[in-house]
């Protein structure tokens, strides 16, 4: 076997080995939280959510104004599960530039997550489901 093939068995090796490393059951199943909807809160941006590779992720994001407090919340959430998933609000798919927001609180049901500072939501127009360990994107919405 000559030298490029086996460099090329394990590249695929070692690709394969990162795909499958956030599958889906890698992972415990999370309690379904129903967390409320924000009072007095007004919509300011919103969007769906789509999966990424074999990945599904399905709900609604919104960035929640209440009274000056930013809040995004997932409603009618839903996505596979994994290790070390996060929530990012970030500039791209591959979150070269992201504010995250903590863990995944659960993989399904509505949660609320509190955005602290004053981000520019222009420089930051997607929420994503990360996994922060491998590096690799489950999913996103793109606010508008």
């Known amino acids: 076997m000559s030298g490029i093939n086996h460099l ?9 080995f990162l795909f499958l490393s956030c599958d889906k059951d890698n ?8 967390e409320p909807v924000p009072d007095n809160g007004m919509v300011i941006l919103q ?5 990424n590779r074999n990945y599904s992720v399905s709900g609604t994001a919104r960035i929640i104004d209440q009274a000056g407090k930013k809040i995004l919340r997932f409603e009618n959430f839903s996505t596979s599960n994994g290790p070390d998933l996060k929530v990012y609000l ?3 798919a591959g979150a070269s530039r992201f504010i995250n927001l903590g863990n995944l609180k659960s993989t399904s049901g509505n949660q609320n997550y509190d955005i602290t500072g004053m981000p ?4 930051y127009p ?3 489901i990360w996994c922060e360990q491998f590096g690799a994107l489950f999913g996103s919405a793109t606010l508008k």
């Open 90 to 92: 970030a500039s791209d």
């Open 120 to 123: 520019d939501f222009s420089q």
């Open 27 to 34: 992972d415990t199943p999370m309690d379904t939280p129903d």
């Open 8 to 16: 090329r068995i394990v590249f695929f090796a070692f690709v394969t």
């Open 126 to 128: 997607l929420a994503m």
């Open 47 to 51: 969007g769906n959510f789509s999966g």
